[in-house]
């Protein structure tokens, strides 16, 4: 049995670099969103909508080559390490086919943002920023399946230096496509789009080259020799990342929904809770790094064969998330005005502040569920039981926040759609948490084969980035 190392000390090693890279992403957000924003209020409720909506059809991708990290995980605490280049390789097949469908889906943006019901402004512009996005599939999925591979491995450095790399060749590409500096087109929300898109591929491209052009991988985990499909371990990885997929895929829809009727409200309600969400994401994103350090740990520790010790990692990551998420709702509660005024130009704070106050505290109360929920979430994917999650996250999804919102928004207006995603959440939060106190969770996401040699399981050795 491998000895994996779950001490606090190594809990911040795994989850801070996650917790930057996830900053970095929501910094991306963020930053895009402010640029936008001084284009006007249609502009930045174009982005928000077309932003939501696309998320959701990627959503479905970013859940089916997740499976990559706990396979790693567990390959490498049970000592298995050749097996790791074949459960990459079988990720990168995954993500080729998943590149090839999200550019097949262009056509169709304009008929689901009719949908909407949204202003015709507003539909054509979020269209526009759809379509784009989704002709950078390749770049988006080669990020994915190289992220969760270093993320498997509790390697999570590499990643993060990679995220503050695509924020700024981002948001510099985004400055001048948005505004048309330096001699090129000022394209607008049409550069929010391109210019993200293009650093997607740039920076997937470099990541996913660190692994396939390492000399270590190659050696370590038969990266060199682990190419072949294996229809095995394709089936298997399949069976857990198609729940993960399709309850990423439903739970986002249902968020569209909530999108589409708060659009319905007017332009002003659509473009507050944009700012609104691009504010939460800093916590959400830190609730979702944490989660990425259970998946790890509990897979390692799994993998190692000890129980006890997944349990004791995921109640350890959970104290370091109560003491942040606390640290953040201060901000929340505190400066409301001031974060509004981050994604607006000068003189249209004071229209949305109205809408923004209340929505900032159904947020702090959303944010404690949501942390428990997401670290639930990832001790469950570590073990590979992710088909519960995925009905308990479409049953609330699709039978109680949808409904709930359609009818709260037109009676209660803005805060009670807000306060519909609270129950959703908390609904949620209440189902895993049964589930995790029981033992029917744990599992095991390899083959009865002998493990290899191997160290105590702590830190990889190898650079951060050889090549």
Same mark, same amino acid.
Request: contains cysteine.
């Given at each position: 049995m491998n000895a994996i190392d779950i001490s606090y000390q190594r809990i911040v090693r795994v989850?801070?670099?996650?917790?930057?890279?996830?900053?970095?992403?929501?910094?991306?957000?963020?930053i895009d969103t402010m640029m936008v924003g001084r284009l006007g209020v249609l502009e930045l409720g174009a982005v928000g909508l077309g932003n939501l #909506?696309? /998320?959701?059809?990627?959503?479905?991708? +970013? $859940?089916?080559?997740?499976?990559?990290?706990?396979?790693?995980?567990?390959a490498v605490g049970a000592g298995h390490r050749s097996r790791v280049g074949v459960v990459f390789w079988q990720g990168v097949y995954l993500a080729a086919a998943s590149?090839?469908?999200?550019? #097949?889906? /262009?056509?169709?943006?304009?008929?689901? +943002? $009719?949908?909407?019901?949204?202003?015709?402004?507003?539909q054509r512009l979020a269209t526009e920023y759809s379509q784009i996005r989704l002709l950078?599939?390749?770049?988006?999925?080669?990020?994915?399946?190289?992220d969760n591979f270093y993320r498997g491995l509790g390697r999570t450095n590499v990643p993060m230096l990679c995220a503050i790399s695509q924020l700024v060749l981002n948001c510099g590409l985004n400055y001048l496509l948005i505004y048309g500096k330096a001699g090129l087109p000022a394209m607008g929300v049409r550069g929010a789009a391109l210019g993200t898109s293009i650093a997607q591929l740039v920076i997937g491209g470099l990541l996913f080259a660190t692994i396939v052009g390492s000399r270590y991988f190659r050696r370590e985990y038969a990266l060199g020799a682990g190419w072949r499909p294996d229809r095995a371990v394709l089936r298997s990885m399949s069976l857990v990342s198609l729940p993960i997929a399709t309850q990423t895929f439903l739970e986002m829809g249902g968020i569209s929904v909530f999108s589409a009727v708060v659009a319905r409200l007017g332009e002003a309600q659509m473009a507050v809770t944009n700012a609104v969400i691009q504010a939460w994401s800093l916590a959400f994103m830190s609730a979702l790094a944490l989660s990425v350090g259970a998946t790890t740990l509990v897979g390692q520790c799994l993998g190692a064969g000890d129980v006890p010790k997944a349990r004791q990692a995921t109640s350890r990551i959970m104290r370091l998330g109560l003491w942040l998420t606390a640290m953040?709702?201060?901000l929340y509660l505190a400066a409301p005005e001031w974060l509004i005024r981050l994604f607006v130009r000068e003189g249209e704070a004071e229209a949305l502040l109205p809408f923004a106050r209340p929505l900032f505290t159904v947020v702090v109360i959303c944010l404690f569920f949501d942390l428990r929920f997401n670290l639930l979430a990832g001790a469950l994917r570590g073990a590979g039981d992710t088909t519960y999650s995925m009905l308990v996250?479409?049953?609330s999804a699709w039978l109680v926040f949808v409904p709930a919102t359609l009818y709260a928004t037109p009676r209660?207006?803005?805060?009670?759609?807000?306060?519909?995603?609270?129950?959703?959440?908390?609904?949620?939060?209440?189902l895993l948490e049964i589930r995790y106190r029981g033992s029917r969770w744990v599992h095991s996401l390899l083959d009865d084969s002998p493990a290899?040699?191997?160290?105590?399981?702590?830190?990889?050795?190898?650079?951060?980035?050889e090549i």
């Open positions: 989850t801070a670099p996650v917790l930057v890279t996830q900053l970095s992403y929501t910094a991306m957000g963020a #909506l696309t /998320w959701w059809f990627l959503s479905f991708f +970013f $859940g089916l080559l997740s499976g990559v990290s706990a396979f790693v995980a567990q590149a090839v469908v999200i550019g #097949l889906c /262009w056509p169709v943006a304009p008929t689901v +943002f $009719g949908w909407t019901g949204a202003g015709e402004g507003l950078g599939g390749l770049g988006l999925c080669l990020l994915l399946v190289s953040i709702s201060v996250t479409i049953g209660f207006g803005l805060v009670g759609a807000w306060w519909c995603l609270v129950i959703h959440v908390a609904l949620m939060t209440l290899e040699p191997a160290a105590p399981v702590a830190e990889e050795p190898a650079p951060a980035l």
